[in-house]
């Protein structure tokens, strides 16, 4: 990294890195990349690629050979969407990173969205890119899509106590603070609920979470990642943090005091 990128910072929030996890996404990185660099020109971009078999690796290899804002993190083979971003974190918080951008590599996430975000992370800890919140669309998402998010993200909500419309979004603005303060060694979970967990995590550790209206839209090239598995390790690791949320409830000591 260059005196001169170490030296570029976004107003009110520091130095930002964008994390993008790759798997097979060849067709995908350069756009999405591009797009970054375009919309926010002050902020680095890495590119996690779990190994991907159709060169994706390669491809980002190259990007960052011709801009120094753009790196590499190669990872040796496919362990999920949490285990990559908790190594970029790592990543990250090593250089000093002030503020981490979570963001899919197949444009479901706007990149033209990302001013909006990091102008909301200048007075707030936590920025979540929402699909649900006053303002946001959903674009090109088939009625079974947007039911299963809409349900999954109430149950979430309902069952662990958080003010968040869309705790399960994948775009979103960590201050380093927030990733210093919260136990990242004990995530273990992936997809949907990598992003309630830490939603979860934030949540209990009593920072500021806000969310920004996005526009979401359905992924134009390649496979998506979501299947069944996912959105039932969702629901599971959802109904057991809620249980011992409210088993550890009963068990905290209540405040002595007498009656009026």
Not at 28 to 50: E, H, K, T, Y
Not at 126 to 135: A, E, N, P, Y
């Amino acid at each position: 990294m260059s005196q001169a990128a170490d030296r570029t910072t976004v107003g009110g929030v520091g130095r930002v890195v964008v994390v993008v996890p790759t798997y097979n996404e060849a067709d995908n990185v350069s756009g999405i990349v591009a797009r970054v660099r375009a919309a926010a020109p002050a902020v680095d971009v890495l590119i996690a690629d779990d190994n991907s078999p159709d060169g994706t690796g390669a491809v980002a290899d190259a990007l960052a050979r011709t801009d120094e804002r753009v790196h590499v993190l190669h990872r040796p083979g496919k362990e999920g969407l949490g285990a990559a971003y908790l190594a970029g974190f790592a990543w990250a918080r090593q250089r000093g990173y002030d503020a981490v951008v979570e963001m899919d590599a197949d444009g479901s996430h706007a990149p033209e969205d990302l001013p909006a975000l990091l102008a909301a992370a200048r007075d707030a800890d936590v920025v979540i890119g929402s699909r649900w919140t006053r303002g946001a669309r959903v674009v090109n998402w088939p009625l079974r899509r947007l039911l299963l998010s809409r349900g999954g993200n109430l149950y979430a909500r309902l069952a662990l106590g958080m003010p968040v419309s869309d705790a399960t979004g994948g775009y979103r603005v960590y201050r380093s603070t927030v990733l210093d303060a919260i136990d990242l060694a004990s995530v273990r979970s992936q997809g949907y609920s990598f992003q309630v967990e830490l939603s979860r995590l934030a949540h209990r550790a009593g920072v500021r979470i806000v969310e920004v209206p996005i526009t979401f839209a359905e992924r134009e090239h390649g496979d998506s990642k979501m299947s069944p598995l996912i959105v039932a390790e969702a629901l599971w690791r959802i109904t057991t943090w809620a249980v011992q949320d409210r088993r550890a409830a009963v068990r905290r000591p209540r405040r002595s005091g007498r009656w009026p």
